[in-house]
């Protein structure tokens, strides 16, 4: 494989040169991705950097991935305002195994190293934090445009923030990273971890950065925004969410995700080519034809679908529209459900609902519409 093969969509390369001089140290690399688990939706935009990862597993090389349980509890300040809400341990362990879960549908798992970085960071006493804090200066942690911002508008940033770029680099550090991965918004970070790492007399990493993905709504495609597509979710709902993007925005997208250039001249052809690829390297390329016969069926042609899955009501003479969303119609939270419900996206028996709890009568053996895609027939034991 080619260089650019193992660069390719990359943004920055960094240094110049210096993947050609890790390279030639002739031996397997080891290629660093962290992520922070913060929420349970990993989408296509995490996918981007996974897709180089697995390029440089092809070539023989070792890909690490390291869970930030220990950097979440201070949460990554890139791009933010404010800082992050902490998050409890179990909701961290949860939202981990939904990552790998994830990540699996692009990387070799038997040639992927998994670390936590709690083994090296909940054991650094106050004397290591010192040396660490000696690698930079505030000054330097200033240069941040996100900390610029902020401190310009004389908005609140805590220490753990400030410290947060260099608890990266120490990870790079604990795992001896070649080259670390990461989008555009992580470029401050990445670099971070190179001068980390040569103050700790180790050769620096090379940094590859890669886009961040827009929606359909011409917005990042971000979890807590809701104009995402998940690497696993439901095969209807992927094929429906890829169906829903711009055809300006096509290009670019198909050649984030493919690797390749649209070959088909008319643009929803090339649409349905994305969306079955997406669905087929999550569920397979039969699932893939079937999520295609439902959206033609169900969106474009706006009937039900042919089998409709069912699912049992919970015992009570009240249900909680909310719960049995999260429960039954794969919607990730209550909080969630309940923004579908505010926005008129839940139907029983093509009727809109806004109430949040309804009589179990009333639901028994109807039919629960969530969104244009999600159908479920609700029935007693």
Do not use: C
């Not at 989008?183 to 886009?211: C, H, I, K, S, W």
């Not at 439901?234 to 969410?241: D, H, I, L, S």
């Not at 893939?288 to 679908?305: K, Q």
């Not at 926005?343 to 809109?352: I, L, T, Y």
Request: net charge negative; charged share 25%; glycine share 8%.
């Amino acid at each position: 494989m080619a260089i650019a093969d193992l660069t390719r969509n990359a943004v920055h390369v960094l240094p110049e040169d210096g993947l050609e001089a890790k390279l030639a140290l002739g031996r397997p690399l080891r290629v660093k991705l962290g992520i922070d688990v913060t929420s349970p939706h990993i989408h296509l935009g995490h996918g981007i950097p996974l897709q180089r990862m697995r390029a440089f597993q092809d070539e023989g090389h070792t890909g690490v991935l390291i869970v930030g349980d220990y950097t979440t509890r201070i949460g990554d300040p890139s791009g933010r305002s404010e800082e992050r809400p902490l998050l409890e341990p179990e909701d961290i362990d949860r939202m981990a195994e939904r990552f790998f879960e994830s990540a699996y549908t692009i990387l070799v798992e038997e040639l992927t190293e998994v670390r936590y970085n709690s083994e090296w960071l909940a054991k650094v006493d106050f004397a290591e934090i010192l040396r660490l804090t000696r690698t930079t200066t505030v000054a330097r942690l200033l240069e941040r445009d996100d900390f610029a911002g902020r401190f310009a508008a004389q908005e609140p940033i805590s220490v753990s923030e400030l410290l947060y770029p260099l608890m990266q680099g120490y990870d790079s550090v604990a795992i001896e990273a070649d080259v670390e991965l990461g989008g555009t918004d992580q470029l401050y970070n990445l670099l971070m971890g190179r001068e980390v790492m040569e103050a700790y007399g180790l050769a620096p990493q090379v940094v590859l950065t890669t886009p961040l993905i827009d929606s359909w709504d011409g917005t990042k495609m971000s979890s807590s925004r809701g104009n995402y597509v998940a690497l696993v979710e439901a095969p209807e709902e992927q094929f429906g969410k890829m169906m829903r993007f711009p055809d300006d925005a096509l290009e670019d997208l198909y050649r984030l995700i493919s690797e390749a250039d649209p070959s088909a001249d008319a643009p929803m052809e090339a649409k349905l080519a994305l969306a079955r690829l997406v669905v087929s390297r999550a569920h397979g390329a039969a699932a893939a034809s079937a999520a295609e016969a439902h959206f033609t069926r169900v969106v474009r042609e706006g009937r039900a679908p042919v089998d409709l899955p069912e699912a049992t009501l919970p015992a009570g003479e009240v249900v909680h529209l909310p719960s049995l969303l999260v429960d039954v119609a794969g919607v990730a939270t209550t909080s969630e459900a309940r923004r579908l419900i505010a926005q008129g996206g839940v139907r029983v028996n093509d009727a809109v609902i806004e109430e949040l709890d309804l009589p179990r009568e009333a639901l028994d053996g109807a039919v629960l519409q969530v969104g244009k895609r999600r159908y479920v027939r609700l029935a007693s034991e």
